[in-house]
C-alpha cells in the first residue's frame, strides 16, 4: 500500500541541481531512515516533498497515496497529511505557539475546532514532551533554546497527527534526556497506518524506533539501501566507503 513515491526526481536550488535522480517508495506503515554526508541533500529531499518554492522540480515526479503531487502547493500537501518538521525551525514574534498550532490545525483539517478540548489535549501532549505549558503563549520558537524548538516541532506533529512525517535532524543538539522524550514522542505518533522518513545523524532515536529501511544519500542520490543493521555499518565504514563499494 504506498503511501510516497518519489521517481526520477531531479531538484535544482538557486540554479543549483542537488538532488539528480532519485527515487524512493514508502509504503503506508513503514519507518525509513535517510543518513549522508553533510551537503548531501537531504533537507533537499525534505522541502521537496513538501513543496517549498525555492526548491525546483527539474524532472522526475512526487506521487502520494497514488495522486501527482509534484507541482502542488505546500498547503496542500499538508492537507494531504505531509508534514515536515525543519531542521532549523524559524522563529515567528508575535504569534504564540498556541495560536500558531491552532491555525495550522484548521487549515490542515479544513473544519473548525473545539477551542477548549484543543487546549486540553494540547495541555497534556506538551506534559508528555516535558514542556512547560507556558510555552504555548509564548511567541514561536523566539527565544527557545534549540531543545526546546524541536520539541515544539514534535508537538505540531503530534497534534496535526499527519500520514506522512518527515523530520529532519529532529533528535540533533538535544541532550540525551531530550533525546528521550523527543524519541518516545515520535513512538507515541507512530502506528501500523502512518509513516516516517526521518533524517538523523543520530542512532540512538532509532533505538526507539522499528526502523524498516535505511538509505544513504551522497551527492543527490541514494547509493544504498538496506535495513536497519546498515546504521551500523555506516558507523564503521563511514559514507564514502559505503557508498564506493
Ligand atoms: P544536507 O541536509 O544533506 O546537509 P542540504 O539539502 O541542506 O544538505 O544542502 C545540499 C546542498 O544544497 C548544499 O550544497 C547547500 O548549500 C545547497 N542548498 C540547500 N538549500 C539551499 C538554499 N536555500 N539556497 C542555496 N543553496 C542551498
Ligand atoms: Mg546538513
Ligand atoms: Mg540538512
Known amino acids: 500500500d504506498k503511501l510516497l513515491e518519489i521517481k526520477g526526481l531531479k531538484v535544482c536550488v538557486e540554479g543549483k541541481e542537488i538532488l539528480n535522480g532519485l527515487d524512493l517508495a514508502i509504503n503506508k506503515g513503514e519507518t525509513h531512515v535517510i543518513m549522508g554526508p553533510n551537503g548531501a541533500g537531504k533537507s533537499t529531499l525534505g522541502y521537496s516533498i513538501m513543496g517549498h518554492p525555492k526548491y525546483e522540480v527539474e524532472e522526475g515526479s512526487i506521487y502520494f497515496e497514488g495522486d501527482d503531487i509534484t507541482?502542488?502547493?505546500?498547503?496542500?500537501r499538508a492537507k494531504k497529511g505531509i508534514f515536515l518538521s525543519f531542521q532549523n525551525p524559524e522563529e515567528l514574534?508575535?504569534?504564540?505557539?498556541?495560536?500558531?498550532?491552532?491555525?495550522?490545525?484548521?487549515?490542515?483539517?479544513?473544519?473548525?475546532?473545539?477551542?477548549?478540548?484543543?487546549?486540553?489535549?494540547?495541555?497534556?501532549?506538551?506534559?508528555?514532551?516535558?514542556?512547560?505549558?507556558?510555552?504555548?503563549d509564548r511567541y514561536l520558537n523566539v527565544g527557545f533554546s534549540g531543545g526546546e524548538k524541536k520539541k515544539s516541532e514534535i508537538l505540531q506533529m503530534l497534534m496535526l497527527n499527519p500520514k506522512l512525517a518527515i523530520l529532519d535532524e529532529t533528535d540533533s543538539g538535544l541532550?540525551?534526556?531530550?533525546?528521550?522524550?523527543?524519541?518516545?514522542?515520535?513512538?507515541?505518533?507512530?502506528?501500523?497506518?502512518?509513516?516516517?522518513?526521518?533524517?538523523?545523524h543520530n542512532t540512538k532515536i532509532l533505538e526507539y524506533l522499528d526502523v524498516d529501511y535505511v538509505h544513504i544519500l551522497v551527492d543527490g542520490k541514494l547509493v544504498k539501501t538496506g535495513d536497519a543493521s546498515l546504521v551500523e555499518e555506516v558507523n564503521r565504514k563511514g559514507f564514502k566507503e559505503l557508498a564506493f563499494h
Do not use: C, H, W
Open 71 to 76: 507541482y502542488e502547493k505546500t498547503d496542500v
Open 175 to 200: 541532550d540525551v534526556d531530550a533525546v528521550k522524550i523527543v524519541s518516545q514522542g515520535v513512538k507515541t505518533f507512530k502506528n501500523k497506518n502512518n509513516s516516517l522518513l526521518i533524517i538523523t
Open 93 to 136: 514574534s508575535g504569534v504564540s505557539l498556541e495560536s500558531f498550532m491552532r491555525t495550522s490545525k484548521i487549515a490542515v483539517d479544513g473544519k473548525p475546532l473545539k477551542v477548549l478540548s484543543y487546549r486540553k489535549e494540547m495541555g497534556k501532549t506538551m506534559e508528555s514532551l516535558g514542556m512547560d505549558k507556558e510555552y504555548g
